[in-house]
């Protein structure tokens, strides 16, 4: 059947194109406020794998979110679509699996979607059926449909596919979306995916016009004790045990709550909970619960936010939310409530906050959301849990791994404890993440694994990991740009960020002049850096490859020439700021304003190296090779070139001494040595200093101007 015939060339916005060979879908973002606005539709959110498919009437590819070709893992849908199209079509949708009741299950779709060998493929067609729930076209029939408006491209597609058995076009709600909201949380669905009907499809982008709100449930219980506390929360409790009553009156244990606490509602619990202590469990079955408790008659009743109910009955990432005078503890009924919409966002925040300047809250803010994950993490139980970030579940496991044996007086590191850092400073790391593409270091067993660089990955990824194709597509690369893609990669053995100077989001800060002017047409991934770097370290012949040698008169060195640096660099009228990287050296960075590409700012970088290492050429150089076989300082400005990687600021480092890169008032500089700062003492700092480096992007240099003096010869 011909475009015409069909409609599509008449559609607003659609455009003559060849249907592509690789796509990136557009993504989901969460909501910042309310989900219910008029001239939007609901979907269900299905738990499953984002999945393309290029389907022409004589073949059916496949995609992953990654555009990998997955084509081979489900023949059956393979098979099935080239029959129900009417035209060449790329459509986007999601396949899915069902549990024993008959709804969505990512845990059973995650049984086939490793596997490669036809036989275990083939068993896995009748064991595990799957189905493909459509939800847009992006292009029919010779026509791009990615500019037309959400409306019409729904209504081309009911046009361009027909149904099966496992191939489906996904309902949706209109205008209700409270009703959307519950009618898809009862029917076993993780929540809805809101999309404004006017939308254009943006690919690859995690755009505002799709929104998806996950569930969340709402439920009182009786404190039936509580855990003791460990490190900052000695004083005080880990976790509270929780329970209801049944049918028959008896105190059934529901699990434990240890997240949603800041430190106020500590003391509030504690003087809530000291006169309340007996010596007997209140529980009709003792928890089995491996740490010291304390038992407490039943008399306390809270709310709590859950994701659902484990199998053995238990709370699924519970958060504490506020206590219940109102309720009598005879009246907790064990019982399953309606699941209510939470923003995903919300976090729990003191009263004694309200009255902060703005900046001062937006710090605490982010101090307290991270506390409240790292507890989260330390209030788990055994090897594994499952982490609820902003509605994403990340499962963490191995978590009594020992990633960090004991040395000097640095005490052993566990995998718990590694992702308890990370969550510590997750706010002040994705800072500095956001947006970039990423080299990362890994080392799944720690200090005594193998350890290895990584861009890419081959194995699937959750749909909160982004990532982006570079290079027009050739290159794809990692990014890390929220809290759940944080605690993936570090379950995932990555112990190091390394991140570009450059976002991909976004073009020239210039809207106009001669530089920017003349690059209209350049591909602007990457092309125009946040920032003008200098990498000051000492080489030492002792060192390899995984060998760091700490010596202070080599560091005190490069503090020396660090010093020099600042001064041509105030000289220059530059702001510069300090950080350790976490080993030998120093990294100096000046934010600049993204008008000059990559290549020109390291001209730069060069010009000004040159200037200072020509004031001191017995103990400067900008030639490693020279670096390494002298007492001399390496100023390395190679870091400024495009695909070039720095460790980023509050980053660990995979070295025995357990150091992190850390942000530098200059007036520390030569004071405080980089192993005196650990993944132990850097939570602390932060909550002391906040983050120095918070307002770099208000003193952007324009370096254009100092080019074009160079150029000229001024």
């Known amino acids: 059947m011909s475009a015409d015939l069909l409609g599509i060339a008449g559609v607003a916005g659609a455009r003559r194109r060849t249907l592509p060979a690789k796509f990136v879908p557009m993504l989901a973002a969460l ?69 024993e009741q008959g709804r969505p299950s990512f845990q059973h779709l995650q049984q086939r979607i490793n596997l490669i060998h036809a036989p275990d493929i083939i068993r896995a067609e009748t064991a595990i059926p799957v189905y493909y729930f459509v939800f847009d076209v992006l292009y029919a029939d010779g026509f791009d449909l990615c500019g037309a408006k959400l409306a019409d491209r729904k209504a081309v597609l009911a046009k361009v596919l027909t149904s099966s058995h496992n191939v489906n076009i996904l309902s949706f709600f209109k205008d209700d979306g409270m009703a959307a909201y519950q009618a898809c949380v009862e029917n076993g669905f993780e929540g809805i995916v809101a999309k404004r009907l006017d939308s254009i499809y943006e690919p690859g982008r995690r755009s505002p016009d799709w929104i998806k709100v996950k569930a969340q449930q709402t439920d009182e219980f009786v404190v039936g004790g509580f855990t003791q506390g460990q490190g900052s929360r000695a004083s005080a409790f880990g976790a509270l045990l929780l329970g209801s009553y049944d049918q028959s009156g008896h105190f059934i244990y529901c699990g434990s709550v240890g997240t949603g606490f800041d430190e106020r509602l500590l003391r509030e619990t504690m003087r809530r909970v000291e006169p309340l202590k007996q ?35 238990h709370l699924r990432t519970p958060v504490f939310l506020r206590f219940r005078d109102d309720k009598d503890p005879q009246e907790v009924k064990l019982q399953r409530r309606g ?30 959301s991270a506390g409240d994950l790292a507890a989260q993490i330390a209030a788990s139980k055994g090897d594994k849990a499952d982490i609820i970030v902003e509605g994403d579940t990340v499962q963490l496991s191995h978590l009594d791994k020992i990633m960090w044996m004991n040395h000097g007086d640095l005490s052993k590191l566990t995998k718990r404890e590694f992702l308890i850092y990370i969550a510590s400073v997750s706010p002040f790391l994705l800072h500095y993440l956001k947006d970039r593409p990423l080299s ?24 909160f990991v982004e990532t982006i194709f570079l290079n027009d597509g ?86 020396e020439a660090a010093h020099w640096l600042k001064e041509a660099l105030v000289s220059a009228r530059l702001k510069p700021y300090l950080k350790t990287s976490g080993r030998n ?22 010009t000004i190296s040159r200037f200072v290492a ?55 500089l030569g004071a405080i040595y980089p192993i005196d700062i650990t993944m132990s003492s850097a939570p602390d700092r932060l909550r002391k200093l906040g983050d120095l480096w918070a307002d770099c992007f208000e003193h952007k240099s324009h370096l254009e101007d100092m080019l074009q003096r160079k150029n000229r010869g001024i």
Not at 94 to 99: Q, Y
Not at 288 to 309: A, N, R, S, Y
Request: charged share 25%; aromatic share 8%.
């Open 440 to 463: 990362v270091v890994r080392s799944p067993d720690g200090m005594k694994g193998k350890r290895f660089y990584q861009k890419h990955w081959n194995f699937p990824v959750p749909d």
């Open 31 to 99: 909501p910042e406020a309310d989900f219910l606005r008029p001239g939007w539709i609901y979907e269900p959110k299905m738990d499953g794998m984002r999945a393309l498919s290029l389907v022409t009437r004589e073949a059916c590819t496949l995609l992953s979110r990654r555009a990998l070709d997955i084509t081979h893992q489900y023949p059956s849908l393979a098979r099935a679509l080239p029959d129900m199209v009417a035209c060449d079509v790329l459509l986007d949708g999601e396949i899915v699996a069902l549990n």
């Open 279 to 313: 010596a007997k469990h209140p529980f009709l079955k003792r928890p089995d619960e491996k740490k010291i408790v304390t038992w407490l008659k039943p008399q306390v009743v809270v709310e709590v936010k859950f994701m659902d109910w484990t199998r053995d009955f």
């Open 585 to 606: 050296g120093l990294h100096v960075f000046v934010p600049i304003v993204r008008t000059l590409l990559h290549d020109e700012v390291r001209v730069l970088a060069e």
């Open 474 to 559: 050739a290159d794809e690369a990692a990014m890390c740009n929220n809290v759940a893609s944080l605690l993936w990669y570090a379950q995932h053995g990555v112990m190091e960020y390394h991140v570009w100077l450059s976002r991909i989001e976004g073009e020239s800060d210039a809207h106009g002049g001669t530089l920017a002017g003349a690059r209209e047409n350049q591909d602007s991934k990457g092309d125009y850096p946040d920032f003008l770097v200098f990498d000051v370290d000492c080489h030492s012949s002792e060192e390899g490859k995984d060998n760091r040698v700490y010596k202070k008169d080599s560091y005190l060195r490069a503090c």
């Open 339 to 368: 699941p209510e919409p939470v923003a995903p966002q919300s976090i729990v925040i003191a009263d004694k906050m309200s009255s902060l300047p703005a900046p001062e809250k937006k710090a605490h803010e982010h101090l307290s």
């Open 614 to 668: 020509g004031q001191h050429k017995d103990k400067i150089t900008l030639d490693a090779l020279s670096a390494k076989h002298s007492d001399k300082v390496l100023l390395d400005c190679s870091p400024n070139c495009k695909g070039k990687t720095l460790i980023a600021p509050y980053s660990p480092r995979l070295v025995q001494e357990q150091t992190v890169s850390m942000p530098l008032q200059w007036q520390e």
